[in-house]
């Protein structure tokens, strides 16, 4: 009789896999060779995915491409979400995320080859073990990384941190049972769906495109089971992507932040495995520096990096209140997208100095997308909405709007009148002697559009980069 029921426990399995649902999400933006090859690589599973899902962030639609690359994959639907405005890879993992109802939600990057049979295992690991909550594959191309460089990443990131996925990448031939692990590669790793009614992808921290998929695996690993699968492979074909080292530097620092604050107490071995970290980050950048002759850059930027982080250790990191959570909801699941573009004000204070005004709002003429109204508040004696109006004849899309009033006391009264003068969205402060870039509103347009939970944007000055790095080291450290 015991015999009979083990004989039968894979053809159950195999029938729970069968009825079990997958849908694959792929974020894409500006790659659409890389995307093309991940596609064709689907099309030849053994066991196709119910629904691929590409959320493309890129100026211009692949979708047809796409498509003759499936080549009518029977069992396979596609659904192709092209949104230029949709900023970033977690609110494009949210996006592709309200459009699945699936049971296996698998997350593979543009630039990620699975083998055949991928799928049908991850499925068969699904249905063997029902406890589950994710499985992340494994990186063929781990085999190729040298013994001295796996163990090197073993040695820094100890306690909390640590970290086995190069050292199962790179004994993933060896190995025929999945290993326990608490951090996933983003890049092809999946969750059952339930998962996500408990927890969702953290986009707080500037580095949330390296941490968010760390954060989001640490946290559900620590209430449900989750492992790496040697028998679900894939080949990440650009792992180590070019990243500027100063931008390197500040997406690793600011990411390992952000994990301590949010997922460990302040214990002295947490601590000292973080400054650990720390220190070994610290080394890696300075090794970066020198090979790109970026040395000086790459340090300050370090330095510049600590003060912010440790400073933000000092304060509790506060869950999201109920009106933020709901605005996380909206850029995320159980909201159809897109949603309706946001409208702009820019409002221009601005007193006796004509020719600076004429020089901003020729930059503001000039935008790709520009905002639907323009509000100039005139303190001067004299008015100059004649040569205004004369500058921005050409744009009817634009309503202007012109309060010349010299009796207006100050820059907040100036604001105040203009901001009551407005019915748009987003209002858009812009002083007199500000030239916009041409892309500037198009920009915070998709910025606000893609975070609906954003309460405020401050532009950068690019004037900014003309700074020597020892001003901008001395002002951060008084």
Same mark, same amino acid.
């Given at each position: ?21 997958? +849908? ?96 049908? @295992? ?25 013994? /001295? ?60 495109? /390296? ?16 492992? !790496? ?18 931008? /390197? ?53 370090? =330095?510049? %990096? ?51 005004? =004429? ?16 509000? !100039? ?8 909405? +004649? %040569? ?22 100050? =820059? ?7 901001? @009551?003068?407005? +019915? ?30 954003? +309460? ?12 020597? /790095? ?9």
């Amino acid at each position: 009789m015991a015999t009979t029921m083990e004989a039968a426990a894979p053809a159950r399995r195999a029938d729970r896999a069968a009825d079990t649902s997958l +849908a694959i999400i792929i974020p894409t933006k500006g790659r659409p060779h890389e995307l093309l090859e991940t596609v064709r690589s689907i099309a030849r599973q053994t066991r196709r995915p119910d629904v691929l899902i590409i959320v493309d962030q890129s100026p211009v639609s692949a979708e047809e491409a796409v498509r003759a690359a499936t080549g009518g994959a029977p069992g396979m639907a596609l659904r192709y979400l092209w949104d230029p405005t949709l900023s970033g890879l977690v609110s494009a993992r949210k996006c592709g995320m309200a459009w699945s109802e699936s049971d296996i939600v698998f997350f593979v990057d543009d630039d990620v080859t699975l083998a055949s049979d991928c799928i049908e @295992n991850l499925l068969a690991r699904y249905a063997a073990e029902p406890d589950l909550a994710g499985i992340c594959a494994v990186d063929m191309q781990g085999l190729s990384v040298p013994w /001295w460089l796996v163990l090197v990443r073993r040695a820094y990131m100890l306690g909390p941190f640590s970290d086995r996925r190069s050292i199962i990448n790179k004994r993933y031939r060896r190995l025929s049972a999945p290993e326990l692990a608490r951090l996933f590669s983003g890049g092809y790793m999946s969750f059952r769906r339930s998962v996500f009614s408990e927890f969702q992808f953290e986009d707080r921290a500037w580095g949330s495109r /390296w941490s968010s998929s760390i954060d989001f695996s640490y946290r559900v690993s620590a209430r449900y089971p989750t492992v !790496i699968d040697p028998s679900v492979r894939v080949l990440h074909r650009n792992p180590n992507e070019q990243y500027d080292p100063a931008q /390197w530097v500040r997406i690793r620092v600011d990411g390992v932040f952000f994990f301590f604050q949010r997922n460990l107490p302040r214990t002295p071995r947490n601590m000292l495995c973080f400054l650990w970290l720390l220190f070994a980050i610290f080394v890696s950048s300075t090794m970066r520096g020198l090979r790109t002759g970026q040395l000086a850059r790459t340090v300050c930027v370090f =330095l510049c %990096e600590l003060p912010v982080g440790f400073r933000m250790l000092r304060q509790p990191l506060a869950e999201p209140s109920a009106p933020e959570a709901a605005g996380r909801a909206r850029s995320g699941a159980g909201t159809p997208w897109p949603r309706r573009p946001v409208t702009i004000a820019i409002i221009i204070p601005t007193k006796n100095r004509q020719a600076e005004l =004429l020089e901003a709002l020729q930059s503001v003429r000039t935008q790709v997308r520009r905002p639907e109204e323009l509000i !100039i508040v005139d303190q001067s004696q004299v008015s100059g909405e +004649a %040569e205004v109006r004369a500058l921005l004849a050409g744009c009817t899309d634009m309503t202007l709007r012109y309060l010349w009033d010299p009796a207006i006391a100050g =820059l907040v009264n100036a604001r105040i009148r203009g901001v @009551n003068a407005t +019915a748009s969205d987003v209002v858009f402060f812009v002083d007199d002697d500000i030239t916009l870039q041409s892309d500037c509103t198009a920009k915070l347009a998709q910025r606000y559009d893609a975070h609906p939970e954003y +309460a405020g944007i401050c532009a950068v000055d690019v004037g900014g980069q003309e700074l020597p /790095w020892w001003l901008i080291l001395a002002r951060r450290l008084y």
